[in-house]
Protein backbone atom coordinates (compact mmCIF):
# COMPACT_ATOMS: atom_id res chain seq x y z
CA UNK A 1 0.00 0.00 0.00
CA UNK A 2 1.46 3.28 -0.90
CA UNK A 3 2.24 5.54 2.18
CA UNK A 4 -0.20 8.35 2.73
CA UNK A 5 2.06 12.15 2.34
CA UNK A 6 1.00 13.84 5.76
CA UNK A 7 2.52 17.00 6.81
CA UNK A 8 4.81 17.06 9.92
CA UNK A 9 5.23 20.27 12.05
CA UNK A 10 8.21 20.24 14.51
CA UNK A 11 8.13 23.43 16.23
CA UNK A 12 10.70 24.43 19.58
CA UNK A 13 13.38 25.96 20.98
CA UNK A 14 16.64 27.37 19.56
CA UNK A 15 19.09 24.83 19.08
CA UNK A 16 16.87 22.00 20.19
CA UNK A 17 17.80 20.11 17.82
CA UNK A 18 14.49 20.08 15.37
CA UNK A 19 16.53 20.09 11.83
CA UNK A 20 18.83 17.45 12.48
CA UNK A 21 16.04 15.10 13.72
CA UNK A 22 13.85 16.25 10.55
CA UNK A 23 16.23 15.91 8.07
CA UNK A 24 16.78 12.21 9.97
CA UNK A 25 12.78 11.71 9.71
CA UNK A 26 12.48 13.20 6.10
CA UNK A 27 15.14 10.94 4.46
CA UNK A 28 13.73 7.58 6.03
CA UNK A 29 10.15 8.54 4.97
CA UNK A 30 11.16 10.25 1.83
CA UNK A 31 9.43 13.32 2.33
CA UNK A 32 10.53 17.16 1.62
CA UNK A 33 12.16 18.95 4.84
CA UNK A 34 11.98 22.59 4.85
CA UNK A 35 13.62 24.23 7.38
CA UNK A 36 11.89 27.78 8.19
CA UNK A 37 14.46 29.33 10.48
CA UNK A 38 16.86 29.20 7.27
CA UNK A 39 14.38 30.98 5.55
CA UNK A 40 14.53 34.14 8.37
CA UNK A 41 18.05 33.72 8.39
CA UNK A 42 18.44 34.55 4.40
CA UNK A 43 15.86 37.55 4.75
CA UNK A 44 18.31 38.52 7.91
CA UNK A 45 21.34 38.39 5.24
CA UNK A 46 19.33 40.03 2.70
CA UNK A 47 18.66 43.29 5.25
CA UNK A 48 22.32 43.06 6.27
CA UNK A 49 23.46 43.77 2.86
CA UNK A 50 20.55 45.87 2.23
CA UNK A 51 21.58 47.79 5.09
CA UNK A 52 18.50 47.85 6.46
CA UNK A 53 19.21 47.66 10.32
CA UNK A 54 20.72 50.14 11.98
CA UNK A 55 22.36 48.47 15.40
CA UNK A 56 18.83 47.21 16.35
CA UNK A 57 16.45 49.14 14.74
CA UNK A 58 15.15 48.06 11.18
CA UNK A 59 13.21 50.60 9.20
CA UNK A 60 10.20 49.11 8.70
CA UNK A 61 9.16 51.81 5.76
CA UNK A 62 12.33 50.77 3.82
CA UNK A 63 11.44 47.31 4.59
CA UNK A 64 8.19 47.28 3.20
CA UNK A 65 9.67 47.57 -0.61
CA UNK A 66 12.96 46.21 -0.63
CA UNK A 67 10.82 42.40 0.38
CA UNK A 68 9.46 42.65 -3.16
CA UNK A 69 12.76 42.51 -3.97
CA UNK A 70 13.63 39.55 -1.54
CA UNK A 71 14.24 35.94 -3.41
CA UNK A 72 14.29 33.22 -0.97
CA UNK A 73 14.05 29.47 -1.96
CA UNK A 74 15.65 26.20 -1.85
CA UNK A 75 17.11 23.97 -4.14
CA UNK A 76 18.43 20.48 -4.04
CA UNK A 77 22.41 19.77 -3.54
CA UNK A 78 22.67 15.88 -4.85
CA UNK A 79 26.47 16.63 -2.82
CA UNK A 80 24.95 17.00 0.90
CA UNK A 81 21.66 15.30 -0.07
CA UNK A 82 19.46 18.09 1.17
CA UNK A 83 17.74 21.22 -0.03
CA UNK A 84 19.51 24.06 0.54
CA UNK A 85 18.40 28.11 1.36
CA UNK A 86 19.02 30.40 -1.79
CA UNK A 87 19.04 33.95 -2.08
CA UNK A 88 18.82 35.94 -4.87
CA UNK A 89 19.55 32.63 -6.81
CA UNK A 90 22.86 32.27 -4.91
CA UNK A 91 23.33 29.61 -2.31
CA UNK A 92 23.74 31.04 1.04
CA UNK A 93 23.94 28.06 3.35
CA UNK A 94 26.97 28.63 4.97
CA UNK A 95 26.72 32.55 5.05
CA UNK A 96 23.68 32.39 6.84
CA UNK A 97 25.08 30.25 10.10
CA UNK A 98 27.00 32.87 11.22
CA UNK A 99 26.70 34.29 14.83
CA UNK A 100 26.04 38.12 12.45
CA UNK A 101 23.14 36.50 11.32
CA UNK A 102 22.57 34.79 14.60
CA UNK A 103 22.16 37.92 16.34
CA UNK A 104 20.04 39.58 14.21
CA UNK A 105 17.55 37.09 12.92
CA UNK A 106 14.67 37.20 15.66
CA UNK A 107 14.47 41.27 15.08
CA UNK A 108 14.06 40.67 11.83
CA UNK A 109 11.60 37.28 12.05
CA UNK A 110 9.14 39.49 13.88
CA UNK A 111 8.68 41.93 11.08
CA UNK A 112 4.96 41.62 10.26
CA UNK A 113 6.09 41.87 6.34
CA UNK A 114 8.59 39.50 6.09
CA UNK A 115 6.98 36.68 7.90
CA UNK A 116 4.15 37.54 5.81
CA UNK A 117 6.09 36.58 2.71
CA UNK A 118 7.36 33.65 4.06
CA UNK A 119 4.64 32.27 5.58
CA UNK A 120 2.84 31.73 2.53
CA UNK A 121 5.63 30.56 0.69
CA UNK A 122 5.76 27.52 3.10
CA UNK A 123 2.20 27.07 2.89
CA UNK A 124 2.32 26.95 -0.89
CA UNK A 125 5.33 24.27 -0.52
CA UNK A 126 3.53 21.90 1.75
CA UNK A 127 -0.21 21.96 -0.51
CA UNK A 128 0.68 18.70 -1.70
CA UNK A 129 1.92 17.12 1.67
CA UNK A 130 4.89 15.07 2.20
CA UNK A 131 6.13 17.70 3.78
CA UNK A 132 8.31 17.82 7.32
CA UNK A 133 8.50 21.62 8.24
CA UNK A 134 10.69 23.13 11.08
CA UNK A 135 10.49 26.51 12.75
CA UNK A 136 8.17 28.73 15.87
CA UNK A 137 5.06 28.97 14.38
CA UNK A 138 4.32 25.69 11.71
CA UNK A 139 2.03 23.73 13.80
CA UNK A 140 0.14 27.05 15.20
CA UNK A 141 -0.22 29.36 11.80
CA UNK A 142 1.87 27.75 9.11
CA UNK A 143 0.32 24.28 8.84
CA UNK A 144 -2.48 24.58 11.45
CA UNK A 145 -4.35 21.45 9.76
CA UNK A 146 -0.79 19.22 9.79
CA UNK A 147 -1.40 15.89 10.64
CA UNK A 148 1.51 15.31 13.34
CA UNK A 149 2.81 18.26 15.32
CA UNK A 150 5.95 18.02 17.79
CA UNK A 151 6.99 21.05 20.35
CA UNK A 152 11.02 19.89 21.11
CA UNK A 153 12.81 21.59 24.04
CA UNK A 154 16.03 20.90 25.87
CA UNK A 155 17.81 22.59 28.69
CA UNK A 156 19.42 25.90 27.29
CA UNK A 157 22.93 24.68 28.28
CA UNK A 158 22.69 21.51 26.67
CA UNK A 159 21.36 23.78 23.79
CA UNK A 160 24.07 25.77 23.66
CA UNK A 161 26.54 23.69 24.06
CA UNK A 162 25.37 21.77 20.70
CA UNK A 163 25.37 25.33 18.93
CA UNK A 164 28.80 25.63 19.97
CA UNK A 165 30.10 22.73 18.23
CA UNK A 166 28.02 23.14 15.17
CA UNK A 167 29.78 26.47 15.26
CA UNK A 168 33.23 25.85 15.56
CA UNK A 169 33.19 24.47 12.46
CA UNK A 170 33.17 27.95 10.73
CA UNK A 171 34.50 29.65 13.65
CA UNK A 172 37.25 27.98 16.22
CA UNK A 173 37.17 31.05 18.69
CA UNK A 174 33.36 30.34 19.30
CA UNK A 175 32.83 31.54 23.06
CA UNK A 176 30.05 29.49 25.02
CA UNK A 177 29.05 32.50 27.01
CA UNK A 178 28.45 34.27 23.61
CA UNK A 179 26.38 31.50 22.00
CA UNK A 180 24.47 30.72 25.45
CA UNK A 181 23.72 34.51 25.48
CA UNK A 182 22.60 34.80 22.57
CA UNK A 183 20.34 31.56 22.62
CA UNK A 184 18.40 32.58 25.52
CA UNK A 185 17.98 36.43 23.89
CA UNK A 186 16.53 34.50 20.97
CA UNK A 187 13.96 32.42 22.92
CA UNK A 188 12.73 35.51 24.54
CA UNK A 189 12.35 37.48 21.60
CA UNK A 190 10.86 34.61 19.68
CA UNK A 191 8.18 33.73 22.59
CA UNK A 192 7.42 37.53 23.19
CA UNK A 193 6.99 38.83 19.72
CA UNK A 194 3.69 40.10 18.48
CA UNK A 195 3.41 38.11 15.39
CA UNK A 196 3.10 34.34 15.24
CA UNK A 197 5.19 33.99 18.69
CA UNK A 198 6.67 30.68 19.44
CA UNK A 199 3.80 28.77 20.62
CA UNK A 200 3.08 24.90 21.68
CA UNK A 201 0.13 23.96 19.21
CA UNK A 202 -2.67 22.29 21.36
CA UNK A 203 -2.35 18.99 19.85
CA UNK A 204 1.50 18.82 19.79
CA UNK A 205 3.22 16.46 20.89
CA UNK A 206 6.02 17.54 23.72
CA UNK A 207 9.71 16.01 22.80
CA UNK A 208 12.47 17.31 25.69
CA UNK A 209 15.71 15.82 24.56
CA UNK A 210 17.86 16.92 27.00
CA UNK A 211 18.75 13.68 27.69
CA UNK A 212 18.45 11.76 24.61
CA UNK A 213 20.27 10.31 22.07
CA UNK A 214 19.76 10.94 17.69
CA UNK A 215 18.43 7.76 17.86
CA UNK A 216 16.52 7.67 20.52
CA UNK A 217 15.22 11.17 19.22
CA UNK A 218 14.63 9.38 15.89
CA UNK A 219 12.51 6.16 16.80
CA UNK A 220 10.75 8.89 18.62
CA UNK A 221 9.68 10.69 16.02
CA UNK A 222 9.61 7.76 13.69
CA UNK A 223 6.80 6.03 15.90
CA UNK A 224 4.58 8.64 15.83
CA UNK A 225 5.27 9.55 11.83
CA UNK A 226 4.60 5.56 11.22
CA UNK A 227 1.23 5.94 13.48
CA UNK A 228 -0.34 8.71 11.90
CA UNK A 229 0.12 7.68 8.27
CA UNK A 230 -1.36 4.01 8.95
CA UNK A 231 -4.90 6.31 10.67
CA UNK A 232 -4.74 8.72 7.86
O1 LIG B 1 15.69 27.47 13.65
P1 LIG B 1 16.72 28.61 13.59
O2 LIG B 1 17.49 28.80 14.87
O3 LIG B 1 17.61 28.48 12.39
O4 LIG B 1 15.83 29.93 13.39
C1 LIG B 1 16.40 31.19 13.26
C2 LIG B 1 15.47 32.26 13.79
O5 LIG B 1 14.35 32.38 12.92
C3 LIG B 1 14.91 32.04 15.20
O6 LIG B 1 15.55 32.86 16.13
C4 LIG B 1 13.46 32.41 15.10
C5 LIG B 1 13.17 32.59 13.66
N1 LIG B 1 12.12 31.69 13.15
C6 LIG B 1 10.81 32.12 13.23
O7 LIG B 1 10.55 33.19 13.76
N2 LIG B 1 9.83 31.36 12.70
C7 LIG B 1 10.11 30.18 12.11
N3 LIG B 1 9.12 29.46 11.58
C8 LIG B 1 11.44 29.74 12.05
C9 LIG B 1 12.43 30.50 12.59
Redesign the pocket.
Known amino acids: MEQQKINIAI?GH??AG??TMAKALAKELNFVYV???????AATLFCLRERLIESNEIDSKKIEHAVKRMYIGFKYNPKTEQPEVHLGGSNVEEEIRSLEV?KK??LV??IPNI?HK?VEL?QRMAESGGVIM?????GTV?MPNAKLKFFVTADAQVRARRRVEELKAINPNVKFEEVLKNLVE?DR??SN?AV?P?RQADDAIVLDNSQLTHEEQFQFLLVHARKAMASE
Open positions: DSSKSDTGAMYRAVSAARLQDGRDIVRIDRSL
